[in-house]
């Protein structure tokens, strides 16, 4: 049997012998089947959330997405006492976090990081430098959530959005209004603080907060004695004003420093540490961002039909100072406008959507060609949806126009099926694409890398199917999800004879990703709740297993609560499996591959309430003081506490 025919069995297994364990009304019982079916249609669409990124116009709902689809709230990330938000990203299914002081990635489905598109407040914040966006700076503002679209959503968004879209947002002044902040303190010298206001009326609101993260670190190389600490600053607001009926106005602005130490890997042939990571004072990193975003939003026809325009900028800097290493200074920036134009056909079940975009993307290298370099683009895009009562279906097409590479075509085709009250059947098929970044492009360090200016686009090509299961009146929801991807063109590094010098090529065989995502989440009374999940991801090139990406990856979260809030627990296991990495201690190019160990962290923490508003809380990080590297021979963090005191009014 092939594999597509197994997978359609094992979906229809699933829901022959699930049927009878969902066999349990979810909405109040009807006099008709007419009315039943308008009940549950009420029902679904005034509980379902909001998924702002799965369409261009903002207004699908989580159940009637036909992909994979996570949602952090912010009460979990309160419960959590999650600081960074890359934490946060550890306990979605197929979702991979690695990284080194001064660059944390995530990889989603066994791809690189830069095809994960980031949005904050709906501004794009990936460095056109290198593409990606570093995780490690996003901190977790008191009120925020978290969506993750898993799959490919190009068709939508673009060239970065090859295998899903991570969204950040910040609440607003209406959905969090008043002054919180906390403060707390602990190991290594930690010190992290965060403060809210926020405030709405009739028409209008806006909300301003500030995030201090500052750590003297600890030793990430190995026998190493140099602390690596590092200290981020966020500053950010955002608001919205009505100025006529159906006519709206909007602005987010964000600001990012964040300063710290690196140690280098010693690359002198010969040397007894070469390849490893070593102390080295003096290594120190400054990231620099500004983001802003202005938007207007029109609705006409009652509501049926609405025009949305906006205008984002994004100013990227990054410098390293390393007096025995190599040193770099880039600015990088971003121009986007969009306009987006939805109508509903008099809030019926059908949508179109049309968007297009208009993107600038510069970037220098001020140490070496200090020449700034630009690429621009223009997207254009189609929607259909339709979402019924048991049956969703959406479309879309995009069209980009490159000025430096081909254009592109991308497309993705989603259907769910409801087929029981508790029973849903989706399945999706896309097609991404990634172009190269400036530094692929033009980047340049002597005796070390060099650009290639002839790399061609990266194109993908996926399809899952998946499986929502309720349970226990909708306490207990279960989702599985198979998925497979092929990768075309692929960019690497090579190390091309007779200087051995680094610099990236497309490949000319294909890269394969597929695997299983399964999450859980469950209300289990007596103020307990559980979120687990699981993914097993297999990401090979031309059979050899890709690095960083760990074939299993686990996590359980069980909370508690009492019933007057007065006191509160939260207990975090989080499974990362064995992974392959480079080896650059043999002196061999290219580097051989080694094992990089699989490792358990658990977090635990717990809160009291001390009076109204106020409220003391405590956690230890890496309770069993697990020892692990993320990347060969970087030491991560070991066992830490903190303490601290927060207030709401």
């Known amino acids: 049997m092939n594999r597509l025919g197994f997978l359609h069995g094992a979906a229809l297994s699933a829901l022959v012998f699930g049927a009878p364990l969902a066999a349990q009304d979810s909405v109040p019982a009807a006099d008709t089947d007419e009315e039943a079916v308008e009940l549950r249609a009420h029902v679904r669409s005034a509980t379902s959330p909001i998924v702002v990124t799965a369409s261009r116009d903002g207004s699908l709902g989580v159940d009637t997405f036909t992909g994979s689809l996570s949602l952090i709230t912010p009460e979990q990330i309160e419960r959590r006492q999650v600081r960074d938000i890359a934490d946060v990203l550890r306990d979605v299914p197929g979702v991979a976090v690695s990284g080194v002081p001064g660059q944390t990635?995530?990889?989603i489905r066994g791809t690189e990081a830069n095809h994960v598109l980031v949005l904050v407040d709906g501004i794009e914040v990936s460095d056109p430098n290198n593409g990606e966006f570093d995780i490690g700076t996003l901190q977790a503002e008191i009120g925020s959530s978290l969506e993750v679209l898993r799959g490919p959503q190009s068709a939508l968004y673009g060239n970065d959005a090859v295998v899903g879209v991570v969204a950040y947002n910040t609440a607003s002044g209406r959905e969090l209004a008043g002054f919180s902040a906390f403060l707390e303190g602990g190991t290594n010298s930690t010190f992290n603080g965060s403060a809210r206001y926020g405030a709405g009326g009739d028409g209008w609101d806006f909300a301003l907060s500030a995030n201090l993260v500052s750590t003297d670190g600890e030793p990430n190389a190995r026998e190493g004695a140099r602390n690596i600490g590092r200290d981020s600053y966020t500053v950010s607001g955002k608001g919205s004003v009505e100025i006529a009926d159906g006519f709206a106005l909007r602005a987010v602005g964000r600001y990012v420093q964040t300063e710290g130490e690196f140690n280098d890997q010693d690359f002198v042939f010969g040397s007894p540490t070469a390849g490893f990571v070593i102390d080295s004072p003096g290594?120190?990193?400054?990231?620099?961002?500004?983001?802003?975003?202005?938007?207007?939003?029109?609705?006409?026809?009652?509501?049926?039909?609405?025009?949305?325009?906006?205008?984002?900028?994004?100013?990227?800097?990054?410098?390293?100072?390393?007096?025995?290493?190599?040193?770099?200074?880039?600015?990088?920036?971003?121009?986007?406008?969009?306009?987006v134009t939805a109508y509903d056909f008099g809030r019926s079940e059908h949508t179109v959507t049309f968007a297009a975009d208009y993107e600038v993307e510069g970037f220098n290298n001020i140490l070496?060609?200090?020449?700034?370099?630009?690429?621009?683009?223009?997207?254009?895009?189609?929607?259909?949806?339709?979402?019924?009562?048991?049956?969703?279906?959406?479309?879309?097409?995009?069209?980009?126009?490159?000025?430096?590479?081909?254009?592109?075509?991308?497309?993705?085709?989603?259907?769910?099926?409801?087929?029981?009250?508790?029973?849903?059947?989706?399945?999706?098929?896309?097609?991404?694409?990634?172009?190269?970044?400036?530094?692929?492009?033009?980047?340049?360090?002597?005796?070390?890398?060099?650009?290639?200016?002839?790399?061609?686009p990266e194109e993908s090509t996926s399809w899952e199917i998946g499986l929502d299961q309720d349970f226990a009146n909708g306490a207990v929801r279960v989702s599985l999800t198979y998925f497979d991807a092929e990768l075309e063109n692929e960019i690497f590094t090579a190390f091309p004879p007779p200087a051995f010098v680094q610099t990236p090529g497309n490949r000319n065989t294909d890269s394969t990703q597929h695997g299983v995502e399964f999450a859980v989440s469950a209300q289990?009374?007596?103020?307990?709740?559980?979120?687990?999940?699981?993914?097993?991801?297999?990401?090979?090139?031309?059979?050899?297993?890709?690095?960083?990406?760990?074939?299993?990856?686990?996590?359980?979260?069980?909370?508690?609560?009492?019933?007057?809030?007065?006191?509160?627990?939260?207990?975090?296991?989080?499974?990362?499996?064995?992974?392959?990495?480079?080896?650059?201690?043999?002196?061999?190019?290219?580097?051989?591959?080694?094992?990089?160990?699989?490792?358990?962290?658990?977090?635990?923490?717990?809160?009291?309430?001390?009076?109204?508003?106020?409220?003391?809380?405590?956690?230890?990080?890496?309770?069993?003081?697990?020892?692990?590297?993320?990347?060969?021979?970087?030491?991560?963090?070991?066992?830490?506490?903190?303490i601290g005191i927060e207030a709401r009014f």
Do not use: C, M
């Open 524 to 642: 289990l009374g007596s103020g307990f709740s559980f979120n687990g999940a699981y993914s097993f991801v297999d990401a090979e090139e031309d059979g050899v297993e890709e690095v960083r990406r760990p074939d299993h990856l686990a996590s359980a979260i069980l909370n508690w609560a009492a019933p007057d809030s007065a006191f509160s627990a939260n207990l975090a296991v989080r499974y990362n499996g064995e992974a392959f990495d480079s080896d650059f201690t043999t002196g061999a190019f290219p580097a051989p591959v080694t094992t990089l160990d699989d490792y358990v962290l658990v977090n635990l923490n717990a809160g009291v309430k001390l009076a109204k508003g106020i409220a003391a809380f405590g956690r230890v990080e890496n309770l069993l003081d697990e020892q692990y590297e993320q990347v060969f021979t970087f030491v991560a963090p070991g066992r830490t506490a903190l």
């Open 368 to 456: 070496t060609f200090d020449d700034r370099r630009e690429i621009e683009n223009v997207g254009l895009v189609g929607e259909y949806r339709y979402t019924g009562d048991r049956f969703d279906f959406a479309a879309a097409l995009r069209h980009d126009i490159n000025d430096r590479f081909q254009d592109a075509t991308t497309f993705r085709v989603g259907a769910g099926i409801r087929v029981t009250d508790t029973t849903r059947l989706r399945a999706a098929i896309g097609t991404g694409v990634k172009n190269p970044t400036f530094g692929e492009l033009f980047g340049f360090f002597d005796g070390l890398f060099v650009g290639n200016p002839d790399l061609q």
């Open 283 to 339: 290594n120190e990193f400054d990231n620099e961002a500004l983001y802003a975003l202005i938007g207007a939003r029109f609705e006409a026809l009652d509501g049926s039909w609405t025009h949305d325009l906006s205008a984002q900028i994004a100013d990227i800097n990054r410098s390293t100072t390393a007096p025995t290493g190599f040193p770099s200074d880039t600015e990088s920036d971003r121009f986007k406008a969009s306009y």
């Open 105 to 107: 990635q995530i990889r």
